[in-house]
């Protein structure tokens, strides 16, 4: 209606393309943002919102050269800081530093923009019992609900008060039943949507959290800010992002010794902990339903599958998977991700295939399915599945393994390379790593060789995988609550990572770059004003903060977890 009285007006033109982007209409959107774009070359968060689309679309060089353009023009914009940053994972070889730079030097900067508090009043008593703080917008049905869903039930409450701070947007029944467990443990909830991150700050001291825990890193609707603050004595990231967050007012990053081997090149802010199995504990859906038959037993051909989001399967990909289906003759790939309700990305897509060798017809490309148990129903219609590489599968490996089916993954440099390499091999599916383009090839054609086989380890793998460290909600609580008691008693003796690394920056300040002419009060404002995702006031345009749109719209999407929608 805006636009039919005003038809070049920015703002409305960007607006529009948001919406058409949660929903998923990707030439909409593109052409509603790049309207926008035409009408005020300087509308700095439209290029942040058509990097978003270009993300989604899974192009990803494109999606950060429009972060870096929204940058340019405003480079206190914080959405596309950290959308940047995410963009970047999707396409890192761990070859070299370079992300690793730019995440530390986007925390230097931004902890600038927070008041640290430098002294608390917990009692310095080794072994006593600890309130562990979580900090997350993603308790409700997302990626990361999956994986702190055994901690909150298994928490010994002699052991671990727990707080939950939790910034959901909008509650569902998942929410309220992980509520319901907390309080019943004795735990306490604060419902901190909407509130400024330097008062949630002042709530964990208030609350005198032990050890405050973030499970968000870059992505959406995240509080880096209150982390910036250091309202605790000790402070960790865990589970939502596949990276260094780059604060370095964050102590410790929890993993495991097969996904950051003890001999890995990669660089962390923070100091890597390493639990005893897995770093993740998966808790299936109840809503799941049954392992289903393979289904090449009643087709008579094989079909290789990915849930994985579009952004994940890279060209690299794509001519690795063609590799695979031009050598099974007769197979079939299955592929589902929101944007393939748009027309253009499916005809790109199969195009991309059809010049590789595997024509269109083999192919069959699935938009978001929006009941649970239908999306893990979805997986009775593959036999394999192939995980994505460098950046490879979280949640969409643990349901398929859930579901019975076998999944393939690709060794790397990095953590976000070797998740998969992880929840394999404590599953007892070790066999399927490959370390090698070709090896993976040949992991997926051994399984496609043999039927009965594939069908035989479908019948046993849940039962497999509950009995697994990944599935062991209990045991692995127990070894994540050793983990707490050995980082409070490093604390309580003087050994502090995060205050060694601000000694540093306070004898080698960064300087603040190109906006370096601004005030830090200003920039604090500005960033207040943002907080996570921007929030619409009345002349301020909406921007989307990894993928979905600000906290003030109704229609808000799923957020992001590693990269990958909870679908």
């Not at 209606?1 to 030439?27: C, E, R, W």
């Not at 460098?390 to 976000?416: F, I, K, R």
């Amino acid at each position: 209606m805006a636009l039919s009285i005003k038809p070049l007006f920015a703002q409305s033109l960007n607006n529009l393309g948001v919406v058409y982007t949660v929903q998923g209409k990707m030439d909409s959107a593109a052409s509603m943002i790049e309207k926008a774009i035409h009408a005020n070359p300087t509308y700095a968060e439209a290029y942040n919102n058509l990097g978003v689309l270009y993300r989604d679309a899974g192009s990803i060089t494109l999606a950060i050269h429009a972060y870096e353009r929204c940058l340019q023009i405003d480079p206190d914009s914080r959405n596309a800081g950290q959308n940047r940053l995410l963009a970047m994972n999707y396409i890192d070889e761990g070859s070299d530093d370079k992300l690793y730079e730019a995440h530390r030097e986007w925390g230097k900067r931004f902890m600038k923009l927070y008041p640290q508090y430098t002294s608390w009043d917990n009692s310095k008593v080794a072994d006593r019992p600890l309130i562990i703080g979580y900090l997350s917008p993603d308790y409700f049905t997302h990626s990361v609900s999956y994986f702190i869903e055994a901690p909150l039930t298994h928490h010994d409450s002699t052991v671990c008060k727990v707080v939950v701070y939790s910034g959901v947007v909008k509650a569902d029944a998942k929410t309220l039943r992980f509520k319901d467990k907390v309080l019943k443990k004795g735990g306490l909830w604060r419902d901190i949507y909407g509130i400024d991150e330097k008062r949630v700050a002042s709530l964990v001291r208030e609350d005198k959290v032990d050890i405050l825990v973030e499970l968000t890193g870059h992505t959406a609707n995240n509080k880096l800010g209150t982390m910036a603050c250091r309202p605790a004595p000790i402070q960790v990231t865990w589970i939502g992002y596949p990276n260094t967050t780059g604060l370095p007012t964050i102590d410790y990053r929890i993993s495991d010794s097969l996904t950051d081997p003890p001999m890995t090149k990669q660089k962390h802010v923070e100091e890597l902990v390493r639990l005893p199995e897995s770093f993740l504990c998966y808790t299936p859906s109840p809503e799941a339903g049954p392992v289903c038959p393979t289904p090449a037993i009643s087709n008579g051909f094989v079909t290789f599958g990915s849930f994985n989001n579009l952004a994940k399967i890279t060209p690299k990909v794509l001519q690795v998977w063609a590799r695979i289906l031009c050598s099974v003759p007769n197979s079939r790939l299955v592929v589902k991700c929101k944007p393939f309700c748009c027309e253009n990305i499916r005809q790109k897509f199969l195009a991309t295939l059809e010049e590789l060798g595997l024509e269109s017809l083999r192919v069959d490309l699935l938009p978001l399915i929006h009941l649970n148990h239908d999306h893990m129903q979805a997986y009775s219609l593959m036999d394999i599945s192939l995980d994505t590489f460098p950046y490879a599968g979280t949640t969409t490996t643990c349901e398929s393994l859930y579901m019975g089916v076998p999944c393939v993954t690709m060794a790397g440099a990095v953590h976000a390379h070797n998740v998969g390499v992880s929840l394999l091999s404590k599953v007892g599916l070790g066999r399927l790593v490959a370390k090698t383009e070709d090896e993976y090839v040949s992991l997926a054609l051994d399984l496609a060789s043999d039927v009965n086989a594939l069908q035989e380890l479908r019948m046993t793998l849940r039962e497999l995988m509950m009995k697994s460290p990944v599935c062991e909600g209990e045991r692995f609580t127990r070894g994540l609550e050793a983990a707490y008691m050995d980082m409070w008693r490093r604390y309580c003796d003087g050994d502090v990572p995060s205050l060694r690394r601000l000694a540093l920056l306070e004898e080698h300040p960064v300087a603040n770059g190109p906006d370096s002419d601004k005030t830090s009060e200003k920039l604090a404002d500005l960033k207040a004003q943002r907080a996570s995702a921007t929030v619409e006031e009345d002349n301020q345009p909406p921007a989307m903060a990894n993928g979905v749109r600000s906290p003030s719209s109704p229609a808000a999407a799923k957020c992001e977890s590693n990269g990958h929608s909870s679908q």
